[in-house]
Structures are given as C-alpha cells and as structure tokens.
C-alpha cells in the first residue's frame, strides 16, 4: 500500500543547532515533494519545493534534499531559533485523473519541531 | 489580496444538521481544494477543482458535496452532519500551469467544525 512517513511526530532541539526532519514514501513515483510549515490554528505555509531531478534545494536557512532511489526527503533547518518552532509537513504530488500531477498532494503527518532556547 | 478566506472560524452542529463552509480566493487561482485535518493526522483531501464547473473527489468525499460556479468560490456542503465530520477544515488554492508543474497551494486560516 502507499505511504508517507514523516519520522517522528516530535523533534526537541537547542537553538543554533540544525534541524533534520524526514519524509520517507513507499509504492509512490512523486513529480516532486513540498514542504509547508504549519504553526498552531494555522494552514499550512508553502516552504519549499524539489523535483524528482533535483538533488538539493536551499532558501536561506532551509535545505531540502531528494533521494528517489531511497524514497526519501530530509529537510535541515541550520542555526536554528525559537522562532521555527512549528509543525512541518512533507507533501508528495501524485498525478490526477486530468493527466497532470497537479491538484494531488499526499500529506505526511507532519513532525512538530521544538527550539529550545 | 485577502488570499484563501474561510467562514466560519468555528461552529458546532447537531448531529443530522446541514452547513455550507464558505472559501474564497481572490488571487486568479484555478485550481481550489478541501482538506480535513484531524488530530494526530495529515491533511486528507476531500475535494478539488481544476477550474469553474469542474470538481473531483479526493481521498476521503463520502458525506460532503462541492460546487464551483465561479473562479472564486468553492463552498463544501455537509448535508447530514455525523460525528465522525468533527475535525478541522482547510481550502487551498493554486494556480496550475500544465506547462509549469509547481503547483504551490495557498491555504486559507481553516474552520473547526464540532458534530455533537
């Protein structure tokens, strides 16, 4: 069966260490994989995009890399503040029955990150 | 722009009772979606539109129903509302280029909605 896991529902961490969440996938042949951040009584915010050809996607503090033969995606927050503190959502695109593969995202469970400071 | 606005924040039903979550965007957007999202769990996708006068089931539509008659307005319609439909609702919004394949989704503020 399909699936998206996200590695942990929790990740507590010190301030100015990284960040390192995971998002694993099983029987899925995404075009590519967001990532949205989701603070409490919030949607979720468009973070960052990567395709299936792209290896390594950075926006300032974030990384986001994508490993198709291991089905996985990590995304590394570096220098980390409170401020990150939030719930992380790794959302694969599966193609829709319009022939694109837009309109079809498969949301993880999300990992809820914590910064200590 | 207002972005995905939803209404109401928050509502309770009784169980049997019928409700029209509203979701509007103002952004040009053709595609739009319905997530629920429960606790503890991802987001599921309950319906979505490709453009006005086009809808299609997502992974999770028994108990709901959907119309676009405009590009700006995708309301879900709960007709008998159970228990089970307790949970917290989310429109997105996008706009999908099939030569361009992002397809970012805007997220609107969500709705709790309490079945008792």
């Known amino acids: 069966s399909q699936k998206i896991e996200q590695n942990s529902e929790a990740l507590n961490i010190q301030e100015g260490k990284t960040a390192t969440l995971t998002c694993n996938y099983t029987n899925y042949s995404p075009a590519y994989l967001q990532w949205y951040r989701q603070d409490p009584g919030r949607g979720p915010v468009f973070l960052l995009l990567i395709r299936e050809n792209e290896k390594e996607k950075r926006k300032e503090r974030l990384k986001v890399t994508f490993d198709t033969t291991l089905k996985q995606s990590l995304f590394h927050i570096t220098a980390s503040q409170p401020a990150d503190s939030a719930t992380y959502l790794c959302a694969l695109v599966v193609q829709n029955r319009y022939g694109g593969s837009q309109g079809n995202l498969i949301f993880g469970k999300g990992t809820k990150l914590s910064v200590k400071p | 722009n207002a972005g995905v606005t939803q209404t109401p924040k928050f509502r309770i039903l009784k169980i049997g009772q019928s409700m029209t979550l509203q979701c509007a965007q103002d952004?040009?957007?053709?595609?739009m979606y319905w997530y629920r999202q429960d606790p503890g769990m991802g987001l599921k996708l309950i319906y979505y539109?490709?453009?006005?006068?086009?809808?299609d089931k997502g992974e999770v539509p028994n108990g709901y129903n959907v119309s676009r008659s405009t590009t700006e307005d995708f309301p879900l319609r709960l007709e008998l509302a159970a228990p089970s439909q307790t949970s917290v609702y989310f429109c997105a919004s996008s706009y999908v280029d099939l030569g361009i394949e992002t397809d970012t989704q805007y997220f609107g503020p969500g709705t709790r909605l309490t079945v008792l």
């Open positions: 952004m040009n957007h053709n595609y």
């Open positions: 539109s490709v453009g006005a006068g086009i809808t």
